[in-house]
C-alpha cells in the first residue's frame, strides 16, 4: 500500500482483534461489519420473532437506509424497537450503543465507499465452498474438492458469458455513458445500470446552489422519495 497503513479498520466484533490492531497500527479508525452484526438479530431477538413477525423487515428498512441523518435513524430505531416491543433486550441496547461504530450516517466524513458491509463477499465465498467441503475429508479430498469448486465457477462464468455474447441489449439510450455501460456491462448489471439512469434524470432536480470558497453545495431534490437532499461539492 505505498508504506502507508489504512485509515480505516472494518472487522467483524471480534475482541482479539479490537485488542491487537492498536498494537499495529496509529491514527486509524476501527469499526465493525454491518453484515456481521445484522446476521446475529435472530439469535439475539428469538427466531420465533423474526420468523412470524415482521421486525426483520422493519429493522433491515431502517439498518440499511444509506439516506438517514442520525437523527432520522435514532427516530426510526426507537419507533421500531417499540413497536416490537424490544425496549428490554440488552443485545439491541449494545448495539444501539455503538451505533457509531457500525452506521455509516455517523462517519460520513470517511470515504468507505459502502465497504462497511465489503465482509459478505468472503462469507459468500465461504458458504459457496462449503458445499463442496467436508470438516473430517483428508488433505487430498479436499484438494480435489476445492478444484471441482472452481471449475464449477469456471463453467458458470462461461455460460454466462457466452449467454451475454450471444443476446442483444432490448434497449440502449443514446447518451453516452449507457452505450459505454452497455459495452462493459453484463446485460443484467447493465439493466440496474440503466434503472439508476432513468431515476436520477426523470426524478433527480437540483433546486439550489450555493458557493462558499472552492465547495459547492447543491440542493436536491428527489421526487420518488419526496426528500430533499444537500450534496457538498469540494473539487
Given at each position: 500500500?505505498?508504506?502507508?497503513?489504512?485509515?480505516?479498520?472494518?472487522?467483524?466484533?471480534?475482541?482479539?482483534?479490537?485488542?491487537?490492531?492498536?498494537?499495529?497500527?496509529?491514527?486509524?479508525?476501527?469499526?465493525?461489519?454491518?453484515?456481521?452484526?445484522?446476521?446475529?438479530?435472530?439469535?439475539?431477538?428469538?427466531?420465533?420473532?423474526?420468523?412470524?413477525?415482521?421486525?426483520?423487515?422493519?429493522?433491515?428498512?431502517?439498518?440499511?437506509?444509506?439516506?438517514?441523518?442520525?437523527?432520522?435513524f435514532e427516530q426510526n430505531w426507537q419507533t421500531v424497537i417499540e413497536a416490537h416491543g424490544m425496549q428490554n433486550n440488552?443485545?439491541?441496547?449494545?448495539?444501539?450503543?455503538?451505533?457509531?461504530?457500525?452506521?455509516?450516517?455517523?462517519?460520513?466524513?470517511?470515504?468507505?465507499?459502502?465497504?462497511?458491509?465489503?465482509?459478505?463477499?468472503?462469507?459468500?465465498?465461504?458458504?459457496?465452498?462449503?458445499?463442496?467441503?467436508?470438516?473430517?475429508?483428508?488433505?487430498?479430498?479436499?484438494?480435489?474438492?476445492?478444484?471441482?469448486?472452481?471449475?464449477?465457477?469456471?463453467?458458470?462464468?462461461?455460460?454466462?458469458?457466452?449467454?451475454?455474447?450471444d443476446s442483444m441489449l432490448e434497449k440502449v439510450g443514446p447518451m453516452k455513458v449507457e452505450i459505454h455501460a452497455s459495452?462493459?456491462?453484463?446485460?443484467?448489471?447493465?439493466?440496474d445500470f440503466q434503472q439508476e439512469v432513468k431515476h436520477a434524470i426523470c426524478s433527480m432536480g437540483v433546486r439550489g446552489?450555493?458557493?462558499?470558497?472552492?465547495?459547492?453545495?447543491?440542493?436536491?431534490?428527489?421526487?420518488?422519495?419526496?426528500?430533499?437532499?444537500?450534496?457538498?461539492?469540494?473539487?
Open positions: 500500500m505505498g508504506q502507508q497503513q489504512p485509515q480505516c479498520i472494518i472487522t467483524d466484533q471480534c475482541p482479539g482483534i479490537k485488542k491487537a490492531c492498536p498494537n499495529i497500527l496509529k491514527n486509524y479508525v476501527h469499526k465493525y461489519c454491518m453484515w456481521h452484526i445484522m446476521q446475529k438479530v435472530p439469535e439475539k431477538v428469538g427466531r420465533a420473532i423474526c420468523n412470524d413477525t415482521e421486525f426483520m423487515t422493519d429493522i433491515n428498512a431502517v439498518v440499511w437506509d444509506v439516506d438517514l441523518e442520525p437523527e432520522k440488552r443485545w439491541l441496547k449494545y448495539v444501539f450503543s455503538i451505533r457509531q461504530k457500525w452506521i455509516p450516517a455517523y462517519f460520513r466524513d470517511l470515504l468507505l465507499g459502502c465497504l462497511l458491509r465489503i465482509t459478505q463477499r468472503s462469507e459468500s465465498s465461504n458458504n459457496y465452498f462449503k458445499w463442496f467441503e467436508s470438516h473430517f475429508g483428508t488433505l487430498v479430498e479436499f484438494w480435489m474438492r476445492y478444484n471441482s469448486a472452481i471449475e464449477q465457477q469456471m463453467h458458470s462464468q462461461r455460460r454466462m458469458d457466452t449467454a451475454n455474447e459495452l462493459v456491462y453484463t446485460h443484467p448489471i447493465f439493466t446552489l450555493t458557493t462558499i470558497g472552492i465547495v459547492e453545495y447543491h440542493d436536491v431534490r428527489d421526487g420518488l422519495k419526496h426528500r430533499n437532499f444537500r450534496v457538498e461539492f469540494n473539487i
